[in-house]
C-alpha cells in the first residue's frame, strides 16, 4: 500500500470558501498514477475518455480523517492503489481511451462514495479577516503585539477553523496595521 499523505495541502487548508458555489475539492488520479488533491472553481474537470480520474471530495472534509484514510493501510490510500493498478490506456483508433480491470472498477465506484462521505469538520470556520477584524473597523482591532502565527494558534486554541491560513492571516494583520496608521496620520494631522 501506498501513503498519499503527501498529496494534501497543510492542515486548514482543506476547506474551501462555502460562499463560493463553486469550488469543489477534488482528487485526481492523472495517467502514470499521479495522484493530487486540488480545488477548482467554476466548471470542475471530469473524467476525459477514462483518462484524468476526478473524485469529488466532501465539502468542509475533516482534515484528521481523510489524512488517515490517505496514509498506508487506509481505505481510500488500498482503493487508490487499486484503481491506479487496473488502470490502462489504450488507443482505440481515433484517441486513447482509458480502461479498468474488474477490481479497478469496483475500487473506482467506492472511491467516489468514500470521499463523498469523508465526515465533516465541526469548527467554526472563518476568513482570516472575518475572524480578526469580525464587524469593527480594522483600526480599532487590538493587536497587542500579535503575530499571525500566535493569532492562529489563538483560532486554533478557540476552535475556530481558518480557511485562508497562514497567508490569508497575515494579509489581514497587516490591513488592520495600515487602518493603525492611516488613523494616526489623520490624527496627527489634526493636531496641527
Known amino acids: 500500500m501506498t501513503d498519499y499523505t503527501s498529496i494534501l495541502p497543510e492542515g486548514r487548508q482543506l476547506q474551501i470558501d462555502l460562499s463560493n458555489p463553486e469550488e469543489q475539492m477534488v482528487l485526481r488520479i492523472v495517467e502514470g498514477g499521479i495522484v493530487t488533491v486540488g480545488f477548482y472553481y467554476g466548471t470542475t474537470v471530469r473524467e476525459h475518455y477514462n483518462l484524468d480520474l476526478v473524485y469529488d471530495i466532501a465539502h468542509r472534509a475533516n482534515a484528521d480523517d481523510l489524512r488517515a484514510e ?4 487506509g481505505e481510500i490510500s488500498a482503493l487508490i ?3 491506479i493498478a487496473g488502470h490502462d490506456s489504450r488507443w482505440n483508433g481515433q484517441r486513447y481511451q482509458g480502461t479498468f480491470s474488474e477490481d479497478a472498477q469496483e475500487a473506482h465506484d467506492e ?6 462521505s469523508i465526515p465533516i469538520s465541526e469548527k467554526p470556520v472563518w ?7 469580525g464587524t469593527s473597523h480594522p483600526a480599532a482591532v487590538p493587536l497587542d503585539g500579535a503575530t499571525p502565527e500566535s493569532l492562529m494558534a489563538e483560532a486554533d486554541r478557540n476552535g475556530d477553523l481558518i480557511i485562508d491560513g497562514l497567508p490569508g492571516m497575515e494579509a489581514a494583520v497587516a490591513e488592520v496595521k495600515a487602518a493603525k496608521d492611516a488613523r494616526a496620520a489623520r490624527v496627527s494631522a489634526i493636531r496641527i
Do not use: F, Q, S
Open 127 to 133: 476568513k482570516a479577516a472575518e475572524w480578526l477584524i
Open 81 to 83: 492503489d487499486r484503481v
Open 111 to 116: 472511491l467516489r462514495i468514500r470521499l463523498e
Open 70 to 73: 490517505l496514509a498506508e493501510g
